[in-house]
């Protein structure tokens, strides 16, 4: 018997809810829909351009929003069409910075070899036609969420010229495959560390979540990362959107002017 796809309740929650954190000119925000990046095999990738409203707008740095996961292909509703992330690419464009949003393939915890090629696809679809997306392809920062984590681990390690600074709220930090690890790509670094500001949640509830926190503030203080820990120490893993609270809306607006500090000229 074929089963009905059917999306969790936390899945319909974060698909119908906004971020806790509105400014002036949401609303006016323009997005480009389904703009393609082509793979070397396979359908193309589509991804979301949440277009940068404010007077400087032209070729204003993007920030590429990275989720979590993993995503059953059962579920109906894909990160993209989330509220949650929708909402956050109109915090950003207006604060005058683009945001890419995109559903990679992260369907299986250890299979992660497609995300990360995704990932990559985007970021290099940027940096190649950056003049007709209307960006600037040079200053580009990383957003990630819960297990979407363990992909900036690469960025550590050998970060590209075009990467100012990653973002990383409620997520893992480590992994059991050092590639992952971002306390083990931290340590094995020999060159630039980009700066990161990290958001937790003192009532993580997944499991090792908390421990990989641990190990990679560790390893950051031992290499003199430039990092910035907010805590939010009575917030739910998803605080962003589940907890309407002074503490949510500090960690975005610091959040938000961390972005702008790293991204944009002085």
Not at 194 to 213: I, R, S, T, W
Request: glycine share 8%.
């Amino acid at each position: 018997m074929q089963m009905t796809r059917r999306d969790p309740e936390w899945v319909m929650l974060f698909a119908r809810s906004d971020v806790q954190y509105r400014i002036p000119g949401m609303k006016d925000v323009r997005v480009r829909r389904n703009l393609l990046a082509s793979r070397d095999l396979g359908e193309p990738l589509s991804f979301d351009l949440y277009v940068a409203n404010s007077q400087e707008a032209d070729f204003a740095p993007v920030v590429v929003l990275i989720h979590g996961g993993p995503i059953s292909l059962d579920w109906v509703t894909p990160p993209s069409q989330w509220r949650a992330f929708q909402s956050i690419g109109e915090v950003l464009a207006a604060s005058g910075l683009n945001a890419v949003m995109f559903d990679h393939r992260f369907h299986e915890r250890e299979d992660t070899g497609p995300a990360i090629y995704d990932i990559e696809l985007v970021l290099n679809h940027i940096g190649a036609n950056a003049a007709e997306l209307g960006v600037d392809g040079s200053r580009i920062g990383l957003w990630a969420f819960s297990r979407g984590g363990i992909f900036l681990a690469r960025y550590l390690r050998d970060p590209p010229a075009s990467l100012g600074c990653l973002v990383a709220f409620y997520a893992a930090l480590d992994a059991e495959k050092p590639e992952l690890s971002l306390a083990c790509q931290t340590e094995a670094s020999a060159g630039r560390l980009p700066p990161m500001l990290v958001a937790a949640a003192g009532l993580e509830d997944v499991q090792g979540f908390k421990e990989g926190l641990g190990r990679f503030m560790n390893a950051a203080l031992r290499k003199n990362c430039p990092l910035d820990l907010m805590m939010h120490a009575h917030g739910r893993h998803g605080f962003d959107v589940l907890d309407d609270d002074g503490r949510t809306r500090e960690i975005l607006e610091r959040t938000i002017e961390f972005l702008q500090n790293h991204l944009c000229p002085h």
